[in-house]
């Protein structure tokens, strides 16, 4: 079974601290995702990899940053927290020409 | 502007009903995938539809993706309060490169 785990399940942090969300994939998979799910708008793309060291923006970019330093592991990082990052994070990976992503639990930051 | 259009948003029905939810666009997708999330949790696959016109078929959900490849819906018979969640779609442009997902349909399925 495909697992994909990520460093926290909650998280609450203050206003302008820098924050790390960790996600680790066991399958090899070229493909990672970084969403935020908020009611009512969604599953919203951040930012995604297809190898390791390369990037590419997703839709709401702004205020985040991320790294894949190793294939299993993409890391996203809120370079100074804002209230309006509070949302429900989630991690997801793939092979890179298939379609199905797999998600890990996801972790819910508050920021205060 | 949200490319895959999901309906209805929200459903609450009675153990034993059946139900049926959309997902509607003007684009074409080369696949298309149906997620159901649970709360608290991430998404996890159902099924994925390649083929227009196809349907398949996952015990008590049949899941059809539309001739033209825009649309596609999700069928359960005879609810249980098992299948409450969150249900997403998700596609796979022509070129395989972008995916988008539905807002979703929340399903809650009463005892």
């Known amino acids: 079974d495909v697992k994909v785990t990520q460093s926290s399940r909650y998280l609450v942090k203050r206003t302008g601290e820098k924050v790390f969300l960790e996600c680790v994939q066991d399958?090899?998979?070229?493909?990672m995702f970084w969403y935020r799910q908020d009611p009512g708008l969604g599953l919203r793309l951040i930012y995604f990899?297809?190898?390791?060291?390369?990037?590419e923006k997703g839709d709401i970019p702004e205020g985040y940053s991320v790294s894949r330093e190793k294939k299993e592991r993409f890391s996203l990082i809120l370079e100074s927290a804002s209230t309006n990052q509070t949302s429900m994070y989630l991690c997801a990976s793939s092979f890179f020409s298939y379609p199905e992503q797999y998600f890990g639990p996801g972790t819910r930051l508050t920021v205060t | 502007t949200q490319l895959l259009e999901q309906s209805p948003q929200f459903l609450s029905i009675q153990e034993g009903e059946n139900l049926t939810v959309y997902c509607n666009s003007s684009s074409v997708f080369s696949s298309l995938q149906w997620y159901r999330q649970e709360p608290g949790e991430g998404p996890v696959l159902l099924v994925t539809?390649?083929?227009?016109?196809e349907v398949k078929k996952l015990k008590r959900l049949t899941f059809q993706f539309g001739d033209a490849r825009k649309d596609s819906s999700l069928h359960i018979t005879a609810a249980q309060p098992g299948d409450t969640g969150l249900y997403l779609c998700?596609?796979?442009?022509?070129?395989?490169?972008?995916?988008?997902f539905g807002t979703g349909t929340s399903l809650t399925v009463i005892p």
């Open positions: 990899s297809y190898d390791v060291k390369m990037k």
């Open positions: 399958m090899d998979h070229e493909n």
């Open positions: 539809v390649v083929t227009g016109g």
């Open positions: 998700a596609g796979a442009s022509r070129a395989g490169n972008q995916f988008y």
